[in-house]
């Protein structure tokens, strides 16, 4: 097998159990199996990860740093491919995925950042109906975001960048939410963000930890008002190392 055209890196703490289920989804792509590797980073995980990551037709490495972006930024550092797409180990991916997260990336090279949208699958509680209202509200906060601060749509959950560029500017080393944003800000440098149309399917894990359907649609609500001004200005330059957030504004609290 000669070099991989693009590398997807999945960093996993604790995810013995859910690992095994987006690598199948990621071996049944399109895209030649030839021209992709699919490289797993165990953070530190304290569960049979490791083991379950040796099982699997991947490329296992190991990041003893605890951190999410420290996790990212081994795999890119070992990754063999031109191409990096961000994956996470929780997440269903369709077998379009890999091609058409990759295809800008290798057509255009004014674009220096892809990302896609993601949705839930549904569960008791929370149902398609109801999480259709909630991806809506969604759609309408990425849509207000792309004009001025299109880095804030970007999520390591389905992202896709240039090895060479993003080696040249690295991820926050910090353990702080908000690397995958401050990574896209800083590729900017090198081109445009576009969003592409390959959806991606995850768990309402995330949702459940704000409570029932309600209280997440209230809370998100409150959360993405304050910002709604905010969104359609444009951000002033920030070292995206140094600023506490993903939006680089250091009066604000750093995230938990």
């Known amino acids: 097998m000669g070099k991989p055209l693009v590398s997807v890196v999945i960093p996993a703490y604790n995810e013995a159990e859910n690992i095994e289920r987006t690598v199948a989804s990621l071996l049944d792509q399109t895209m030649p199996r030839s ?25 296992g490495v ?37 091609y058409r997260m990759s295809k800008p990336l290798i057509d255009d090279n004014k674009i220096a950042c892809v990302f896609s949208k993601h949705r839930f699958l549904p ?51 910090r353990n702080y939410r908000g690397e995958d944003g401050r990574l896209a800000y800083d590729l900017t440098r090198f081109g445009r963000i576009r969003m592409v149309n390959a959806p ?21 609500i409150k959360r993405e008002l304050p910002n709604l001004m905010t969104n ?15 939006r680089g504004t250091l009066k604000n609290k750093a995230e938990k």
Not at 207 to 216: A, F
């Open 35 to 59: 021209e992709y590797e699919i490289v797993v980073v165990d953070n530190n995980s304290t569960d049979s990860t490791w083991e379950v990551i040796g099982r699997l037709p991947v490329r």
């Open 62 to 98: 190991k990041q003893p740093l605890q951190g999410t972006g420290l996790a990212k930024q081994k795999g890119m550092e070992e990754a063999a491919g031109i191409y990096i797409l961000n994956a996470d180990a929780d997440v269903f991916y369709p077998r379009e995925w890999v």
């Open 200 to 220: 991606i399917y995850t768990h309402v894990r995330t949702l459940k930890q704000d409570g029932n359907m309600l209280q997440v649609i209230v809370k998100r």
């Open 232 to 246: 359609l200005s444009r951000q002033e330059e920030h070292d995206t190392k140094s600023s506490l957030n993903a």
């Open 123 to 173: 569960e008791k509680g929370y149902s398609n109906t109801k999480l259709f209202v909630l991806r809506k509200m969604r759609d309408v906060m990425v849509y207000l975001k792309s004009f001025r601060r299109p880095w804030l749509n970007c999520y390591g959950m389905s992202m896709g960048y240039r090895r060479d560029q993003a080696l040249s500017v690295g991820f926050d080393p």
